[in-house]
């Protein structure tokens, strides 16, 4: 119930005078069976782009903001039996730290 196969390759960059950091990650899953009690389904190989990028202003270091997107590409795919397929999610975030 779990790929066999499965890989990850990950760019990361940082800018300490602007308080820019950025990733940017590609997510490759081999396709499997998946027999899990009522559900037997094949999930198929899929490929996923994730991107990051955060802000930290140098006028107030105590906050900082983050915006992630996870399947960038809006690439549908099922991960395992009985789920529902996913697509893109944006999520951003503001943080202040005390």
Not at 47 to 57: H, I, K, M, T, Y
Not at 59 to 76: C, F, G, K, V
Request: hydrophobic share 40%; no cysteine.
């Amino acid at each position: 119930n779990a790929p066999r196969h499965k890989a990850t390759l990950s760019l990361s960059g940082f800018n300490p005078r602007r308080g820019l950091s950025s990733n940017l990650r590609v997510r490759w899953v081999n396709g499997f069976p998946v027999h899990a009690g009522v559900f037997r389904r094949d999930v198929p190989t899929y490929v996923v782009l994730d991107a990051g990028l955060s802000w930290q202003p140098a006028s107030i270091p105590a906050i900082t903001w983050s915006l992630t997107a996870s399947n960038l590409l809006d690439h549908r795919h099922y991960e395992f039996a009985g789920t529902p397929k996913l697509g893109r999610l944006v999520l951003t975030r503001l943080q202040y730290d005390f």
